[in-house]
Every structure is written in structure tokens, then in C-alpha cells.
């Protein structure tokens, strides 16, 4: 159930000095989460920008770094699967979805959304009666995680409404002087966000297509449903705002408008506006560099972006869903 939660947070701009860690020296970054700050880490999906999870002024620092809608919940992420069960209130009907889910899938880009337990800060769940948890797949962010010692709350590291970031250099340009530190490692494996499954319905329902495909749940479950418009708001609040765009304007082209990309590279041309088009060859390296595709076009000043649509089969249906977020125009034919 969604909830009327609201919170105002003040916004603090002060500035401060941002440490790097690496994997040698990650007891640095586990000791400032315990102090209560902010640490960028990176995950097989994309980097996450963490907080304990347990302590609420910590996680109200995420929402002011990242100017997030305090409506938005956050995920939830752990080292062990049993932290789950501290965290989520995991009903004798859920248990058996629960168990063959996580035996399948965890460590891995799977988010499950069950109802929580009443210790999870209001901030984390942005006052919904359900919390959203995972178990990264990234050695990295499961070492991080067990030197805390406490669960930790993640959006994607970036600013809100911003492509994410899956690359450290990303984390950098975001939030270099505004959080305490970040973890440097290579570029996210995946490089799109993991899916959300709720398991509070009826039926499974996936809130939104993420890094596991649903082909891939099916084999677990049989019987999954996938949310679409309305009923994603409502059940996902974070469904409704502006999501993974650059300042460029993308114009997403539909497979049977591919055709056309020629005629508006023309139109653009003549009017001298900068442009590129955008066309996906191989879906993994697509999916994987998206978000650096998005930013890098910011960079070299690009007006507007080209892109030609990929199938939604499989993890297709992924990269779809954050191109059809990012896009101020959708060319259908
Ligand atoms: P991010 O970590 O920025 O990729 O966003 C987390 C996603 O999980 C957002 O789409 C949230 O709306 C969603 N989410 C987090 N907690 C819940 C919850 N309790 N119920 C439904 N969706 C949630
Ligand atoms: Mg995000």
C-alpha cells in the first residue's frame, strides 16, 4: 500500500573531501558506513551509493546527495541470505517463492519486495509497509557489506533523474566532494539495474525488468505477472519520475521507424544542431555501456541522441524499458 509519507529534507551543500578505496583497503570505506556516511560502491549491476540502512539520518544524507524524491524507497542490500530475514517479514505463504528465489538467483541482479520489519527506518521504505532487498552478486560490494556489519541502503550512484552510474569516473563526476567516499573498481558487469519482484501480491509481479531476464524467473516460478503503467506508480513510487536522461534529447525509434533515423539526421543537420545516432549491434556490450553511451553524449555536447530500438525479447526488454524512460520523443513508424 502506498502511503501519504512525506519528509522535507533540508539541503546541506557544504562540501568535503571524498576518499577513494580499493579492494586492498576496504575497511576504510566499512568504517565511514559505520560512522553514519555515505560510500559509493560498485555492484555487478551499477554502482550503488550507500548508508547503513538501520540508521535514519544516514540515509536521509543519500536523498540529500542525490536530490531524491524522499517518496522514492531504496533497496535494501546484504552480504547473507539469512539477513533477509531480519530485515523482511517473510510469511509461512511466502516462504517456499522466497527460498527456490534466492537458492536460483542470489547472489545476483534479483531485488524482492516483501513486507518489512518494523525496525527498517521510514526513510529506507519511504513509509510503504513493504522493503525492497538484495544480495549483489559483486565480491566487492559483499565484502564491503559484512565488514560494516549492517545491512546497507543503495539507490544507483547518481544524480536523480541522471543516467546511473556504472563506471567509477561516473560516481566521480556526481559526487566527488558531497560524500564521504567511493569505492574504485571496474565498470559494472551488468550495467543496468536489477529487477524488482514483488512478492506481496497474489502473483509475483515484476515492478520493474532489471539485469535478470523474466524468462529467466519463469523457470523458477511459472507464474509471474509484469506491472505496467499505472499499477507500477502505485506499487513502485520511484516508476513515476524522469529516469536515466542525459541534458541531450533522445529520440528513441521504434524497429519498424528504424527506417527513418536517415531523414531526422538530415533535419538536425540542416538546422545545425549537433546529433548522433545511436545502433545497437550486440545486446550485452548495449546494455553494459548504455549509461556511459548517455553520459559520454553530455560530454562531447551532444543535442540530440538517434536511437534505434532493440528487440524486447529476454534482457531486451531491459535496455527498452530505461530507452523508453530516457526518450522526450518515441518515433513508432
Ligand atoms: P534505484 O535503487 O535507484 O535503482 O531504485 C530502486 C527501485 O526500487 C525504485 O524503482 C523503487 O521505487 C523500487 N522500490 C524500492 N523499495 C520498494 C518497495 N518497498 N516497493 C516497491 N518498489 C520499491
Ligand atoms: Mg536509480
Not at 549509461?291 to 540530440?304: F, M, P, S
Request: aromatic letters at 6%; hydrophobic letters at 45%.
Amino acid at each position: 500500500m502506498q502511503s501519504d509519507f512525506e519528509l522535507r529534507f533540508d539541503l546541506d551543500m557544504s562540501l568535503m573531501k571524498t576518499l577513494i578505496f580499493d579492494l586492498k583497503n576496504l575497511r576504510g570505506a566499512a568504517d565511514l558506513l559505520i560512522k553514519g556516511e555515505l560510500v559509493a560502491f560498485p555492484t555487478e549491476t551499477v554502482y550503488g551509493l550507500g548508508a547503513n540502512a538501520l540508521d535514519a539520518s544516514a540515509v536521509k544524507k543519500i536523498f540529500i546527495a542525490k536530490n531524491r524524491p524522499a517518496d522514492n524507497p531504496l533497496i535494501i542490500h546484504i552480504a547473507n541470505v539469512k539477513d533477509l530475514y531480519e530485515i523482511a517479514d517473510v510469511g509461512s505463504d511466502k516462504k517456499a517463492w522466497v527460498e527456490k528465489l534466492t537458492d536460483a538467483f542470489w547472489p545476483g541482479p534479483l531485488t524482492l519486495i516483501l513486507n518489512r520489519r518494523t525496525h527498517i527506518p521510514d526513510e529506507v521504505t519511504a513509509g510503504l509497509d513493504s522493503v525492497a532487498v538484495r544480495m549483489p552478486q559483486s565480491r566487492i560490494a559483499r565484502k564491503l557489506i559484512k565488514l560494516a556489519g549492517v545491512p546497507i541502503a543503495a539507490p544507483s550512484a547518481n544524480l536523480s533523474g541522471k543516467p546511473s552510474g556504472t563506471r567509477f569516473k561516473h560516481v566521480l563526476e556526481d559526487f566527488d566532494g558531497k560524500i564521504a567516499g567511493i569505492v574504485k573498481s571496474k565498470p559494472s558487469k551488468i550495467g543496468l539495474e536489477s529487477t524488482v519482484l514483488d512478492l506481496t501480491t497474489d502473483i509475483p509481479t515484476v515492478l520493474r525488468p532489471g539485469g535478470l531476464s523474466v524468462s529467466e524467473l519463469e523457470k523458477v516460478l511459472p507464474e509471474i505477472r509484469l506491472s505496467s503503467g499505472k499499477v507500477q506508480i502505485a506499487k513502485s513510487p520511484g516508476m513515476k519520475y524522469q529516469h536515466y536522461a542525459p541534458a541531450a534529447k533522445v529520440v528513441l525509434f521504434e524497429i519498424d521507424a528504424i527506417i527513418r533515423i536517415p531523414e531526422y539526421v538530415d533535419f538536425y543537420k540542416k538546422k545545425n544542431v549537433k546529433t548522433r545516432v545511436i545502433k545497437p549491434d550486440n545486446i550485452k556490450d548495449f546494455n553494459r555501456n548504455l549509461y556511459e553511451i548517455l553520459r559520454k553524449a553530455d560530454k562531447d555536447k551532444v543535442a540530440v541522441l538517434l536511437v534505434a530500438a532493440v528487440s524486447e525479447a529476454d534482457i531486451g526488454l531491459t535496455v527498452m524499458n530505461r530507452l523508453r524512460k530516457s526518450a522526450t520523443e518515441i518515433i513508432e513508424r
